[in-house]
């Protein structure tokens, strides 16, 4: 993550002034509290039922292991391509290449499914107040607000997912609160049974509770940008890990037990939570849900792009994507040009999503299920190089116990979420592995061009 450093003169270098609560809301935002509350637990209650707490919980662990092992880089120069340039410096430059890689298609995945959702509930939240807006104008209206956004000042970016955040957080706090008045039920630690059903339950719903984690890294891509990196991502990280999973273990357990309340079809529809918030007597309180969710899928979405640009800035100056897109803006000082590359291309593929009658749900369904592929392999590659090689401020000790610990839960992850996927989801297993395979092409190209600045 390196020592810090001013805002740079030459115009073709990203600024580097951002503070700890600028870093600290990319991390946040980039997971999305709202997201996980109204779209995953209601997705991982589906297939956990009252198991759900657990699987949050088991997820907590293994995501907190990843994070401490973040944390052991915390002197590595800051790059870019965040914690893919952790592998580099365990694993060499050519790994290091495809972990960015394999970032790429993560944060690509993860701002389309989250913008989906945003289309669709910024219609909902319109209709609501009597100003309809098609799903499709709210899509292209989140999409291109996200870009114009990030391209033009990380520092307004940050603030604006900090802000949405915030308020709709608070609104799904007033609606546990609510839930909480009505009744409720404590955890269901007969989920522990080993000999039960419910350990395929919470299998089935450990992959959605990793998903809802999925961004804390995310601020590891901005250290490039940070003043005192060594001490501002790793705070970010954790306290991002820390407080999303109070908020989901919290929310697992409040919000299932108001779910049970509501028709099995109602659990199933796009929206449970609104019509939870509809059913609790309380007026327009499934307007105010609405209203937070497409608040938190802007921040997340801008989060995810605002990451996505980084890596492939990398990957343009590594030479492995087109060099103008390796540029910064002179004036903004953002890799403006490969935001705009990444961005608009996704928004174009979602718009023929849309207009093909493809829904939110089954979108984000495809695409969390291919982020979550992409971020497992960079976890366990970032694993892998914490126990290769010797590391500034870390004894052989802690990295041994942290990196160990960190590669044995995201193995256990990996397993279980390819149980999940393989015979029902073999479509996403090819198409991931086909576009690693593209990326393993690239990185060849590359080193065979003796590119003048080597991959990161």
């Not at 580097?16 to 509290?33: E, H, M, S």
């Not at 087109?322 to 990444?342: D, N």
Request: net charge positive; charged share 10%.
């Amino acid at each position: 993550m390196g020592a810090s450093k001013p805002k740079p003169a030459n115009p073709s270098e990203l600024q580097g002034n951002l503070g700890p609560v600028a870093i600290t809301a990319q991390a946040v935002a980039t997971i999305g509290l709202t997201l996980t509350a109204v779209i995953n637990i209601p997705q991982a209650f589906a297939v956990a039922g009252q198991a759900t707490w657990i699987a949050y919980a088991f997820a907590l662990i293994a995501i907190a292991l990843v994070s401490e092992t973040l944390v052991l880089f915390r002197h590595e120069p800051g790059q870019a391509n965040g914690i893919a340039g952790y592998v580099s410096a365990g694993l060499g430059p050519q790994a290091g290449a495809l972990a960015t890689w394999a970032l790429l298609l993560g944060y690509g995945s993860v701002m389309l499914a989250c913008l989906m959702f945003f289309g669709f509930y910024l219609d909902a939240f319109a209709h609501r107040i009597g100003l309809p807006v098609p799903a499709f104008t709210a899509f292209l209206v989140g999409g291109l607000g996200c870009l114009a956004l990030a391209r033009r000042d990380v520092r307004l970016s940050t603030s604006t997912m900090l802000l949405t955040e915030s308020i709709s957080v608070l609104i799904v706090l007033g609606l546990c609160g609510v839930v909480l008045q009505h009744g409720g039920a404590p955890a269901d630690l007969r989920a522990l049974n080993p000999a039960g059903d419910h350990l395929k339950q919470i299998q089935g719903g450990l992959m959605i509770a990793v998903l809802s984690f999925i961004g804390f890294e995310s601020a590891a891509n901005l250290g490039q940008e940070t003043k005192h990196p060594e001490r501002t991502v790793p705070r970010a990280m954790r306290v991002a890990v820390l407080l999303a999973g109070g908020l989901f273990l919290l929310w697992a357990v409040v919000l299932s037990e108001g779910l049970a309340w509501l028709p099995a079809s109602d659990r199933l529809g796009l929206d449970p939570i609104s019509l939870l918030a509809d059913r609790m007597g309380q007026p327009g309180a499934g307007t105010w849900i609405k209203g937070g969710a497409f608040l938190c899928l802007f921040g997340s979405t801008l989060g995810s792009l605002t990451a996505l640009g980084r890596v492939t800035f990398s990957l343009a100056q590594s030479g492995i994507l087109p060099k103008p897109l390796g540029a910064a803006h002179p004036r903004f000082h953002t890799p403006a040009a490969a935001l705009a590359a990444t961005a608009l291309p996704l928004i174009l593929v979602g718009c023929v999503l849309i207009l093909q009658g493809v829904t939110a749900s089954q979108a984000y369904d495809t695409l969390g299920g291919f982020s979550v592929l992409g971020f497992l392999l960079v976890y366990a590659l970032v694993a892998i190089s914490s126990l290769k090689r010797p590391l500034k401020g870390s004894s052989k000790r802690r990295r041994w116990l942290i990196g160990s610990g960190s590669l044995l839960a995201v193995t256990a992850v990996t397993v279980g979420n390819l149980s999940a996927i393989v015979g029902h989801q073999n479509g996403i297993l090819i198409s991931f592995g086909l576009l690693m395979l593209l990326g393993v092409v690239l990185v060849i190209a590359a080193k065979s061009g003796k590119d003048p600045n080597p991959a990161p």
